[in-house]
């Protein structure tokens, strides 16, 4: 594995990581009170226009502008690390955290998880801020606006746990928590502030919560399937929701769907082994999700697309992929990340993995990869 990074010609000079004689990141720290903190990001630019290895152990969000902007947050070897393509060219920033979500709220306005998973970050203005440390381990993160942030998770000890921030004013938000019964919340998504959705797991039953902007109700439902672990939608009459529960053992999943009133669910043409970790889509037609390999075993994980009648697994040309984090993008114009999962080096296929790949809506292609 190259600890460096580079695009094109192996020899030339590459930007490479800092960590500090005590494993910190070499970075200029300012310190904004108790509650948070403002931190910039070093960079340096490589000039280069060709797609080769980076330095990326692994992908946890994608910022997509426009066709030819792109942000890539990710992590390797401890350290937090990002790379933001412009017109061809690639900008390396090294991170103040190492990040394992991130959610776009709009823009370059960002709110993110941190990988020991019980801090809230915000991104905006061209600084990152820690925001809120919780008594609980965070799985998932959502946001309306910038103080608008909902995040899940389960909290010390045992139960499920919401985080809410409250305040107009972003730099002086106060946070409340709330919990339930239950393993844990995984996924939070919502239409507005005043109606958002959260899902986990209340064994032997899926956990399914609602926001009305006041306060938090069960929503009834008839999943067989257990473990919700990733939601996404476009309307209250249009959500979707994934477990890590296969069709088997008289689950009917993994997917299900919800209108407003009825549900409906989906299992897949995959290999049927994923905890699924995010659905996706440019638009209510288009919809993917993907996820980490249970098993930890060949055949490698599957990407998923809805094709309008079922989920079905996706050829991407690559079989060393155990994990799919993130996507972005818009129709005919798609990104997905990957990560590395544990000591996974791709036992069913040689050579580098992917990192990021590019869906230019009739092929797969490799933006960069990790050799």
């Keep these: 594995m190259t600890t460096g990074c580079h695009f094109g010609d192996e020899d030339e000079d590459a930007p ?19 509650a948070d903190t403002d931190t910039d990001s070093d960079t340096a630019t490589d000039s280069d226009t060709e797609p080769g290895s980076c330095l990326l152990g692994g992908v946890a969000g994608l910022v997509y502008s426009s066709p030819s902007d792109l942000r890539i947050i990710g992590y390797r070897e401890g350290v937090g690390v990002a790379w933001h393509v412009v017109d061809g060219q690639w900008q390396f920033e090294q991170l103040p955290e190492v990040f394992s979500k991130v959610y776009v709220i709009a823009g370059e306005s960002l709110v993110a998880i941190n990988s020991a998973m019980d801090t809230i970050w915000a991104y905006r203005d061209g600084q990152w801020r820690s925001l809120y440390t919780a008594q609980a381990e965070l799985y998932g993160i959502w946001a309306a606006s910038d103080t608008e942030i909902f995040a899940v998770g389960r909290a010390t000890g045992a139960g499920s746990v919401v985080i809410q921030s409250q305040g107009t004013d972003p730099d002086s938000l106060t946070w409340e928590e709330t919990q339930f019964e239950g393993y844990g919340l995984s996924g939070v998504w919502g239409i507005s502030a005043q109606s958002v959705y ?18 938090w109700s069960a929503v009834p439902h008839t999943l067989t399937i257990a473990g919700l672990t990733a939601i996404w939608g476009t ?4 959500i979707w929701v994934a477990s890590d529960e296969a069709a088997s053992n008289g689950a009917k999943g993994p997917f ?65 992929i155990y994990r799919f984090t993130t996507m972005a993008g818009v129709q005919d114009d798609i990104y997905v990340g990957t990560a590395w999962h544990g ?28 050799s």
């Design 235 to 238: 309307a209250d009459t249009d």
């Design 256 to 320: 299900g769907h919800y209108d407003g009133t009825t549900w409906r669910e989906y299992p897949t043409t995959g290999n049927n082994k994923e905890w699924i970790e995010f659905i996706w889509g440019p638009d209510a037609n288009t919809l993917f999700a993907g996820g980490l390999d249970t098993l930890l075993e060949p055949p490698p994980t599957d990407l998923y697309h809805f094709n309008g009648a079922q989920w079905v697994a996706v050829d991407i040309g690559y079989d060393n």
């Design 16 to 34: 490479t990581i800092d960590s500090g004689q005590d494993g910190d990141s070499d970075l200029d720290t300012g310190t904004g009170g108790d």
């Design 198 to 215: 959260i899902v986990g797991d209340n064994a032997p039953e899926a956990a399914f919560y609602h926001w009305d902007g006041t306060d």
């Design 343 to 370: 000591e996974m080096t791709g036992e069913n296929g040689e050579g580098p993995i992917p990192r990021v790949l590019h869906y230019d809506g009739t092929s797969w292609s490799v933006l960069c990869w990790q």
